[in-house]
């Protein structure tokens, strides 16, 4: 749905799930099965397809209680060592409302399931960096290792320089260019996700409207990760980690995900 401008759309067909080999619906085929449903189907499915969430009015008084209503729910989680440690070394930023109201944002601000988030963020974060780079305000290129470089020089996650129609930030993934040091890719899905969503002048409004995944339809080269028993379990490990991630510990909102085929 979300195609970059200097892309044509006819150069893309929608991936179908037929099984690898059936033909893919093109964007004819799909436009003409969604004009033969009713208007209401159609705005139903636009909404879905687009992943438009109406944005909550954030008024002063609604986000001082759900800030109060968040410190509550913080609170009453008994197992937050890393969270209490990045607290203690870096109060100013870690109970700022600029950082907790990211975290609120990502789950529509429920306080129980944001509390939770962030609590997992701070423990999944010193997992993945270190304490020392992990207890940081900001992430930067500092924060990756010299193994970490080539998945940076790949690309296999790219945050796009345009918002797509509605606003979102598009996070493009093509898993043909990741690297077999998977922890360099999830360091890097991190990096990302910071970038968009503590922007100095877009990161309130990517909380606000979310974040669209982009991504080929090519999966990553089976031979990086050695014999057959190995490529799977290290492609399970992906997924699991990633969509861990990207659902439950990083303060982003992902509203909708497009794959996409060249045919050219």
């Known amino acids: 749905d ?7 759309y006819h150069q893309f067909t929608m991936t179908s799930w037929l099984p690898q080999g059936k033909p893919t619906i093109t964007f004819e085929e799909l436009n003409r099965e969604f004009a033969a449903l009713s208007e209401e189907e159609q705005r139903k499915i636009t909404r879905e397809r687009h992943g438009l969430e109406p944005v909550l009015q954030e008024t002063p008084e609604f986000v001082s209680h759900k800030l109060c209503c968040f410190e509550s729910a913080l609170d009453a989680i008994t197992e937050k060592e890393e969270y209490e440690t ?5 109060p100013e930023h870690v109970a700022s409302n600029r950082f907790r109201l ?10 129980h399931a944001a509390a939770t988030r962030m609590v997992k963020y701070w423990k999944r974060k010193v ?5 020392d780079k992990a207890l940081k305000p900001y992430m930067s290129l500092l924060d990756f290792d010299e193994d970490d470089y080539d998945a940076l020089a790949k690309g296999g996650f790219r945050l796009l320089p345009f918002p797509d129609a509605h606003g979102r930030a598009i996070l493009f993934n093509h898993s043909m260019y990741f ?12 990096w990302i996700a910071h970038k968009a969503v503590f922007h100095e002048s877009d990161g309130e409004t990517v909380q606000q409207k979310g974040i669209a995944m982009m991504g080929g339809e090519r999966g990553p080269k089976l031979e990086l990760f050695g014999d057959i028993k190995k490529c799977w379990m290290n492609l399970l490990f992906l997924v ?3 969509t861990m991630d990207i659902l439950d510990v990083l303060p982003i909102k992902l509203v909708a995900i497009h794959r996409f085929q060249s045919t050219a």
């Open 86 to 90: 990045a607290l203690f070394i870096m």
């Open 2 to 8: 979300t195609v970059p401008p200097s892309v044509p």
């Open 127 to 131: 997992e993945l960096f270190g304490t």
């Open 102 to 111: 990211a975290f609120l944002r990502a789950d529509g601000f429920d306080e």
């Open 240 to 242: 699991k980690t990633f």
């Open 179 to 190: 690297v077999a040091n998977l922890r360099a890719m999830n360091k890097l899905l991190w």
